[in-house]
Each structure stands twice: as C-alpha cells, then as structure tokens.
C-alpha cells in the first residue's frame, strides 16, 4: 500500500473549522498514514499566530513580568479548538504543566515548541492517530546541527509500530534531553524527515496557497501557478526569495528521492504544485519554470590593470572575504576588473576594512563598493533546449527601460541571474514574466 507522509502548516490548523478541512482531507486518502501538524497560525490579517505568542510569554517571564493574561490567550486557542469540535479531551493539566515549566526556564526553543506539541496532541486526539512525540525520534547534535542517522533510524523503527500516528512538526532533542526547534517554519523540514524514515511514495505539504507561483503576488498580478518543479529549479527560487516551503526541507527527501506535492487545504481539489528529483516534461509555451528576485545586494568592483594575467588575484581578494567570514553571492569578472556580489547586511559595519585589506593584498588600480543591487533569477529546466532565452530576457529588460547591472550564468543553465537597480526590480521583473507568460 501507499504511504504519504502529509504536513499541514498553521493557517490550515487555525481554527475547528480548518481542523474538520484537515480531517476530511486525511480520511480521503487511507494512504495518509502519517500526519504533521504546525501551531495554530493566523485565522485573519491580524490575528497573532501561537509560536509568537509562546516567544513573547518566554520574553515576557525572563523580564519578570507577569504572563497570565497571554498566557490566557493561548489556553483559549487550544481550549476553543477542542470545545468546538466536541472534542472529549481535557488538556488543562498539559496547559499548566507548560506554563509551569516555562516559569522554571526550560529555555526558549521549549516553549515555542510547545504551540506544535499542544496541536499534534488534539489532532491525534480528533483523527484517532497514535500521537509520537517528536522529542522522543528527531535528534540534534551537541553543536545543534540535526542528527540524519540517528532520527532516520529511530523514527523508521517508531513509524513501523504505528499504522497512524501524528508527529507535532518544528522540534526535537538535544542529547542533553532540552528541547531544540528548527529555523521558523520549521514544520516542513520534520514533514520532510518523516516522510524519509516513512519511505513514503509521497510528502503532501499543506498549505494555504495552491502550489508555487511563477512570481511573486505582491509584484506580478495573479501569477500563474507551476505544475513541475525539480528541486533544484526550487532550490535557485526559494534562494531568491520565494518562500512557499522551507529551504531545507528540501534535503531529506529529495536526498530519498520523494516528491513533494504543495496543495491547498482551501482548495483540496486543485492539484498543487508537484516538486520531483527530474522530469522530461516542462512546458513548451513558457520556457521558464518561475522568476524570483531579492532586493539588498552590494558589488564590490575591483580593477587593476593586467589583472588577467596575475596569478592569485582572485584567491587573494576571496581570502579578504574568507577572513572577514563573509560569503559572496555571484563573481562576475572582466579582463581587468573582478566585481564580487555579497548581500549588504554581510559588509554593514565593516566597509573601510574590507576595502582596505583589499587593497593591501593585491595593490588593485581601484577598489568601489555600490549598493542597492538587486539580483533576479531566471529559472527554467527547459532552459537548455530552448535556444534565445538569455536574449529574451534581456531585451524585455532593456525595452522596459531599465539598465542592466550584471548578468551571471552558471554552465547548468538551469538558471540566469540579472543584476538591477533596486528602484528598478519590480519594472524588471514585470517585463520578464510579461515575455515568457503573457
Ligand atoms: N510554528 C512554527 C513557526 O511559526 C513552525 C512552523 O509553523 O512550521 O515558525
């Protein structure tokens, strides 16, 4: 039989309402055996989604103030969820055991632990699932980086005890037995893991939007949505900014070879996104797979004369970089001259060093720092057949009237990085997804 491994992130678990959607979703599918639940997210614009209200409760007690009314906030959640869906379970004594140890500092990640752990015990409760807590199967390493081996192991054998179960996303343990979280949003990469120790055929991740869009909402009107995405088409747009799931949520399954399918629990029906290791098929009407960009760059622009010709030059400029612990995003390079993208927030503060030490290791003609670049990505599979894609671009680019900064190609040809002026990245952006789309 099937197995699929399915992640529902907050808006999906924000109210009754939702947990019913979520509950039809799973029972329509007997292959859904494996459940992974966020905390209560937002259920309107405004709305304060549990994690934060469990950051600012452990705020709030290590400054000494008193925390029972946010506190209170958070038992009405939980409470309201239960009492809504009739719901014969009392979760009181787990609601004061978690206030109570939040008082007696069991740590920050804990208590914003504690928004999944609450949610996967009234799940499990409401769909009959086993409920596996996530402390006792996902490790982390005495330096915090997750623990592969160990969770693959101890969670494939755990899975294998339980027809069903639901798994609370976002956390697991230190060897020290204190309760570590992932990165926010978190929730993805332990659906991830699970569905990698499940073996699963699929990891459904659940969410409020169907699949990927081509571009950003906020910039392009109505994108149209992606069918396929390889993962590497997804790891160069996430990179650049397009956040439907985790970055490394990716890496345990696509490391299995499992797809990953972006659905809408608002819209069951629609088939989402499907994110798959390759595929022969991309669609030949528009080339691209997606465009995605990211404001906040700086280029570093180095020239000397000759430079072409002296060995070292640009080992020498990257060591600078190296020892100021900053990591370059593109290098672009001319016949005298070297320009390095690194993101602007990397360099704040430390400017006048970087320019001279620069200076000192390779003796360059000159050395200028200019801001307010910003990078867009290019990305298509279907790239590498399609012949005139670079030229395309750059002619709906120059034709929208803005001015091209850098152009960077890697020989995958899965993706064309542009560099624009800031001012001039939504027009930019505009003018390419108009070319491929519409
Ligand atoms: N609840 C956590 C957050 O808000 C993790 C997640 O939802 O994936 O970041």
């Known amino acids: 039989m099937q197995v699929k491994v399915v992640k529902f992130g907050g808006s999906s678990l924000a109210d009754a309402e939702h947990f019913r959607q979520v509950a039809s979703i799973i029972k329509a599918d007997p292959a859904r055996r ?20 469990l950051y600012a409760c452990y705020e709030k007690i290590r400054n000494h103030e008193d925390v029972e009314e946010l506190y209170q906030k958070i038992k009405d959640r939980y409470n309201g969820i239960i009492a809504d869906l009739g719901l014969n379970f009392d979760i009181s004594g787990e609601l004061e055991y978690v206030k109570n140890a939040m008082m007696h500092r069991s740590g920050r990640d804990f208590a914003a632990s504690r928004g999944e752990y609450l949610n996967g015990l009234i799940l499990s409760k409401y769909l009959g699932f086993s409920f596996i807590d996530a402390e006792n199967v996902i490790f982390f390493r005495e ?4 623990d ?4 693959n192991k101890v969670l494939a054998e755990e899975l294998m005890q339980h027809e069903k179960a639901v798994i609370p996303g976002f956390y697991g343990v230190m060897p020290n037995g204190t309760i570590k979280t992932f990165s926010r949003g978190g929730s993805d990469i ?59 949520a990716i890496f345990p399954v696509r490391y299995a070879g499992i797809p990953i399918n972006i659905r809408n629990t608002n819209e069951p029906e ?20 997606g465009v995605a960009g990211k404001k906040g760059f700086s280029v570093i622009t180095i020239e000397k004369d000759m430079m072409n010709s002296e060995i070292g030059f640009g080992r020498k400029v990257l060591e ?35 320019v001279s030490a620069i200076r000192r290791m390779v003796r360059p003609d000159s050395v200028i720092i200019e801001d307010e670049l910003a990078l867009i990505a290019i990305v298509g599979r279907a790239m590498v057949k399609a012949k005139g894609t670079a030229a395309r671009s750059f002619d709906a680019i120059s034709d929208a009237g803005v001015n091209i900064r850098l152009i960077d190609q890697g020989s995958s040809e899965i993706s064309i990085i542009v560099g624009v002026e800031e001012r001039d990245f939504n027009k930019a952006l505009e003018a390419i997804y108009s070319e491929f789309v519409k």
């Open 190 to 248: 332990t659906g991830s893991i699970v569905a990698r120790a499940a073996a699963a055929d699929l990891y459904e991740n659940w969410t409020d939007v169907s699949g990927f869009m081509m571009a950003d909402p906020r910039i392009i009107e109505n994108p149209c949505a992606i069918e396929t995405i390889t993962y590497r088409e997804l790891r160069e747009l996430s990179y650049m900014g397009a956040t439907v799931l985790h970055e490394d």
């Open 34 to 53: 494996y459940v992974v639940p966020s905390a209560p997210g937002q259920r309107f614009k405004e709305d304060t989604k549990v994690t934060d209200m």
């Open 320 to 354: 600078v970089l190296e020892e100021n612990e900053i990591s370059f995003e593109h290098l672009p390079s001319g016949v005298d001259n070297m320009s390095v993208v690194v993101s602007t927030s990397c360099i704040e503060g430390r400017r006048e060093k970087l």
């Open 143 to 146: 330096n915090g980086t997750f």
């Open 270 to 289: 629609a088939d989402g996104t499907m994110i798959v290791a390759e595929t022969p098929y991309y669609d030949t009407q528009k080339v691209i797979t």
């Open 148 to 151: 592969e081996e160990k969770t």
